[in-house]
């Protein structure tokens, strides 16, 4: 995909505090929705960094509760000393006990809450991204389709779409580390401030620190990518023209170019696993550090040993979350490629007679009319058809002839409203085909080519492909199109399972298939592009025949053959672009 729009590896580093804000405008723009399920799993985690500080608190008092007889007054309380000093609060060992379980309960319980929130959110958010990617890949025009890697699509369909969901799941665990740092950092400063200072102190000098990863991060993420998407688009050519590369003894070739190729992507998912230690490795050390000071420096601290000890407990308690805050934010950093190619398919136009009502058509009346029609491909330096003017009658049979790269094929998708004219108008009816509705429009039609397209499936559902088609008139049309007598030769017949490339069927099987895929549905308007190049005389004259014998049907046929043209009716021969078609009329 990054080759038809700018990398997000070329894109300028953001500062790293910017990172985060960069992320959410992202999953809010991709799922607007998101803020208040977002909000509700972020307290939900800091009260349950909450309940956690107040069982670690209540916890210490206990211990120390146990080592003496009656009561414990307010100053006792080992985590509250210094803010309580002047009440008078006394708790008895069960009243301890109990508050020190509720806190563990709670906790419990919140973690429990959200981690199923959690889990169906981010299912929610997966499932929606996959239908939304999916749907825009049927929705934006042909022509800017074609211009797409497939291996490129099916990868940001299949695999970066999962990067919603898991940035979602990085900013949620993300603000539950930072609520539970401030949380925890709160109650140190309660308990000791000293400590909580030195703290804070040693977290800037962390945050600094871990600033140097950013940028590695997201060049590793940038390029752990590209290496899976040159994985992909290997192995989906070598799944799409598999008998060319046995026919040309190229397997080791491939084999090379694939083990290169999975050990790149290998060597980047290690660089992280590495740097995902330094930087664990990074924050343990500063931990540990600041704990030793504490240490170190403990008799010449102004406080309480009870509160000290409650307060390097917490201290040690925050390091898994110092740690899940680092990871989280270097985890945005790598997910930022796969955002943008998110982002990038997501913002594609759609097609607009996808998105619109035109008006219906019933069926075709009179005639399909050009009116001095141009076309020119994007990026093309000369028109593909230039100022064609002619008709092609309602239940007639009209052949495009000519000679290679006179625009046969392109008429054929301007029929099929996958090209429109750059300049000119066709007319159904005399009305704009820009005008009508599109899907009433296809329902008259039905194409076929020289390239088939076949689908994993049985011989019976390539026929027919998805719709709502009888049994009668898929073995109808197979007869139709001579494909019968082959199939029933196959050891499953219809039933016989046929892969997408079908490299056990002949070209012109493949194309008798493809001729009964198009007949299936009888159509009003037919379309065939070279659909019989590759059958012999006999068999084609055949087929021709037997589709020429329904005479309300509007057969559209091109092909280089002089023996097809003059079964047709009408002929249109086709010039180079700078020429001008003539029309031959039966």
């Known amino acids: 995909m990054n080759r038809f729009r700018k990398s997000a590896s070329s894109r300028p580093a953001r500062a790293y505090n910017m990172v985060i804000a960069a992320r959410y405008r992202e999953l809010l723009q991709l799922v607007p929705a998101l803020r208040m399920k977002m909000t509700v799993m972020i307290l939900l985690g800091i009260l349950t960094g909450f309940s956690e500080m107040v069982g670690i608190t209540f916890l210490v008092s206990l211990v120390f509760l146990l080592g003496q007889q009656g009561p414990v007054s307010g100053s006792a309380v080992a985590g509250l000393p210094a803010f309580f000093g002047g009440i008078d609060l006394s708790l008895s060992k069960p009243a301890l006990i109990g508050i020190l379980i509720a806190s563990i309960l709670l906790r419990i319980l919140l973690g429990c809450a959200n981690s199923l929130i959690s889990s169906a959110v981010n299912h929610k958010i997966s499932d929606r991204m996959r239908d939304r990617l999916y749907a825009k890949v049927l929705t934006i025009p042909f022509q800017r389709f074609q211009d797409y890697e497939r ?29 539970t740092i401030v949380i925890f950092g709160i109650g140190m400063l309660v308990m000791a401030w000293p400590i ?22 997201r060049r590793l993420g940038a390029s752990a990518l590209a290496a899976v998407e040159a994985l992909t688009q290997l192995s989906w050519t070598t799944l799409q023209t598999l008998k060319a590369v046995k026919s040309f003894g190229l397997e080791e070739r491939h084999q090379q170019l694939f083990e290169t190729l999975s050990s790149d992507v290998g060597r980047t998912w290690r660089r992280s696993d590495w740097m995902g230690a330094a930087t664990s490795l990074l924050s343990e050390i500063l931990t540990f550090g600041v704990i030793l000071t504490i240490i170190l420096s403990s008799e010449f601290l102004p406080v309480d040993f009870k509160a000290a000890l409650s307060a390097t407990i917490l201290l040690y308690r925050l390091q898994p979350h110092i740690k899940g805050f680092d990871s989280q934010i270097l985890r945005l950093y790598e997910m930022e490629a796969s955002l943008q190619n998110v982002l990038a398919l997501l913002s594609e136009k759609d097609d607009p007679k996808q998105v619109s009502q035109g008006a219906p058509v019933g069926r075709l009346a009179e005639a399909i009319v050009f009116h001095d029609v141009s076309f020119t491909y994007a990026h093309a330096t000369t028109p593909a058809v230039h100022n064609l003017n002619f008709s092609i009658k309602a239940g007639e049979t009209t052949a495009l002839t000519g000679p290679s790269g006179s625009g ?50 049985t011989v019976f559902d390539n026929i027919r492909f998805r ?28 039933d016989e399972w046929l892969g997408d490339e079908a490299v056990r069927l002949s070209g012109g099987q493949r194309q008798r298939i493809g001729l009964a895929r198009a007949l299936a549905g009888r159509p009003q308007i037919l379309l065939l592009d ?9 068999t084609e004259m055949r087929v021709l025949s037997a589709i020429k014998e329904d005479a309300g049907r509007t057969l559209i046929v091109v092909s ?9 009716k009408n002929q249109i021969v086709l010039r180079p672009p700078t020429l001008t078609p003539t029309s031959k009329l039966g």
């Open 151 to 179: 291996s490129d699509l099916i990868n940001v369909i299949a695999t970066e779409a999962y990067a919603v969901s898991s940035a979602q799941a990085s900013l949620v665990r993300l603000g539950v580390n930072f609520g």
């Open 196 to 217: 909580a200072l030195l703290a804070i102190a040693f977290g800037f000098i962390h945050n600094f620190a871990l600033g140097f990863f950013a940028g590695a991060y």
């Open 408 to 457: 046969k094929t392109t008429i054929l998708n301007m029929i099929l409203d996958l090209n429109r004219p750059t300049r000119g108008m066709i007319t159904i009816d005399g009305r704009d085909l820009a005008t009508l509705d599109r899907t009433s429009w296809l329902h008259l039609l039905s194409v076929s080519g020289q390239d088939v397209e076949l689908m994993e499936g």
């Open 467 to 494: 719709r709502d088609i009888s049994e009668q008139d898929v073995r109808w049309a197979a007869d139709v199109a001579c494909a019968t007598e082959f199939i029933e030769n196959l050891p499953e017949g219809f």
């Open 530 to 538: 070279e659909a019989t190049s590759a059958l012999d005389e006999n």
């Open 560 to 568: 280089h053959r002089p023996a097809v043209a003059r079964l047709m």
